[in-house]
């Protein structure tokens, strides 16, 4: 599924299962919310916390992924109601990227390979 395709079918899945976009701060707040859940999984999975309930560990992967479609879901939610376009829109953040950071991470003693 491209990008586009992505957003025309989370478009039309709100228009039938959803019946309506949650306005923009809503979905805002919901997207944070999905983040924090992201970030609580990173931790006990590649940090140093670990989980309450041992049992959730073995499906810790599969919530992961979950969550991080929950935040595409959200995102993409976003970018329908606000008119981004967001093929468009990563093609150009790469553009920026590529033009701002082509000798900087080269350069970085920190992050280069042994």
Not at 4 to 24: C, F, L, M, P, S
Not at 35 to 43: D, F, P, S
Request: aromatic share 6%; proline share 1%; glycine share 4%.
């Amino acid at each position: 599924m491209t990008i586009k395709e992505a957003q025309q079918t989370v478009d039309q899945w709100i228009k039938t299962i959803g019946i309506r976009y949650y306005n923009e701060l809503t979905n805002t707040a919901v997207l944070m919310e999905e983040v924090g859940e992201v970030a609580r999984l990173m931790a006990r999975i590649y940090g140093e916390q670990s989980f309450k309930n041992p049992e959730h560990a073995a499906t810790a992967k599969t919530d992961l992924a979950d969550e991080m479609a929950d935040v595409l879901f959200v995102l993409i939610c976003l970018a329908n109601q606000t008119g981004i376009d967001l093929t468009g829109a990563l093609k150009k953040n790469l553009e920026k990227k590529t033009k701002r950071d082509k000798e900087r991470h080269a350069s970085n003693k920190k992050i280069r390979k042994q």
